[in-house]
């Protein structure tokens, strides 16, 4: 069974700060992993992917995340945040011939002033 | 311009009660998929179609159940409303591709549904 770990449901950045959420995966055969990110009442859209080409992947709103095969991690990251990130941002993971997604959950990220 | 639509956006009904949630997307998307969110557990899978006439279980299955009759439409009933079904409801689809590319899931507004 596929799975993802995000630890911390909440988390306070200062705006311009470093942004940084951890997801961790579980998966038997080679994973397609994602970042989702949900601002408030709306539904999911997707930040970035990692399929099995670079391990670093670069996103939308300047995020990216870095695959991590011998850590089974794939954290995200942005280098200054903006007021405009705040929202809660999902890890999930897929594989092969398999579009079913299995999500972590959440980080609901919140910028501080 | 193509899109995932549901309906209604919010729902207040009773316990014991049938309600069924629309989902309708123009992409021409075979793969749907209904999920639930729920604080402190992110999205659970109740149930998803990867074309017409078919139908499984996700890991939140019971309670719920689908039918996909034609392409653009998966909704989802629940027979008997229960609290424990309160939650916001997602519908999502995908294209079906190529078998070794993963395809990106479009994602609905959500349903915000209340069991009293």
């Known amino acids: 069974a596929q799975s993802v770990t995000q630890l911390g449901s909440h988390v306070s950045v200062s705006e311009g700060a470093l942004v940084l959420l951890r997801c961790n995966y579980s998966s038997s055969v080679p994973p397609y992993l994602f970042w989702y990110v949900q601002y408030p009442n709306q539904g999911l859209q997707l930040l970035l992917k990692?399929?099995?080409?670079?391990?670093l992947v670069k996103g939308i709103n300047g995020f990216e995340a870095e695959f991590k095969k011998s850590e089974t991690s794939f954290h995200l990251t942005k280098p200054s945040a903006h007021m405009s990130d705040a929202a809660e941002y999902f890890c999930?993971?897929?594989?092969?011939?398999?579009?079913?997604?299995?999500f972590g959950k959440g980080n609901q990220v919140v910028v501080i002033p | 311009d193509a899109e995932i639509t549901q309906s209604p956006r919010h729902k207040i009904t009773e316990t014991g009660r049938q309600v069924t949630l629309a989902c309708h997307q123009t992409w021409n998307h075979n793969n749907m998929f209904w999920y639930r969110q729920d604080l402190g557990h992110g999205l659970r899978l109740i149930h998803y179609?990867?074309?017409?006439?078919?139908?499984n279980k996700g890991e939140v299955s019971d309670g719920y159940s689908v039918s996909r009759s034609n392409t653009e439409d998966l909704p989802l009933t629940l027979e008997s409303a229960a609290s424990s079904q309160t939650s916001v409801y997602f519908c999502a689809s995908s294209d079906q591709g190529l078998a070794d590319v993963y395809n990106e899931q479009f994602f609905g507004p959500g349903t915000r549904l209340t069991v009293l």
């Open positions: 179609s990867y074309g017409v006439q078919d139908t």
């Open positions: 999930a993971v897929s594989h092969y011939g398999n579009n079913r997604l299995a």
């Open positions: 990692y399929t099995s080409a670079a391990t």
